[in-house]
């Protein structure tokens, strides 16, 4: 069966989507190995606002590293003016 490359790519995407089993890195801090469980337990009742709240998240550094970062802008403080007290 001959598929177009973009028609190859999205059955790529598919299948590694759908994969059913996940195995942690060993090196991954023991937070990790948290989160999973945690969310692992409650899988099955998730509702769609939390889950693209989750997505969102997991998304996070991707968008922040598509933005432009500016350097922070220092702010002038406006000087006081003495008016003195002359001696």
């Not at 598929?3 to 299948?15: I, K, T, W, Y």
């Not at 469980?37 to 550094?61: C, G």
Request: hydrophobic share 30%; charged share 40%; net charge positive.
């Amino acid at each position: 069966m001959d598929l177009s490359d973009s028609d190859q790519e999205a059955l790529s995407l598919a299948v590694k989507e759908s994969k059913r089993k996940y195995v942690l890195p060993n090196e991954v801090p023991t937070e990790t190995y948290r989160l999973c469980s945690e969310l692992w337990e409650k899988i099955d009742r998730l509702y769609p606002a939390q889950i693209r709240a989750i997505r969102e998240l997991i998304r996070i550094d991707d968008q922040m590293a598509e933005q432009p970062r500016y350097p922070a802008q220092r702010i002038r403080r406006r000087t006081k003016e003495r008016k003195g007290a002359e001696m």
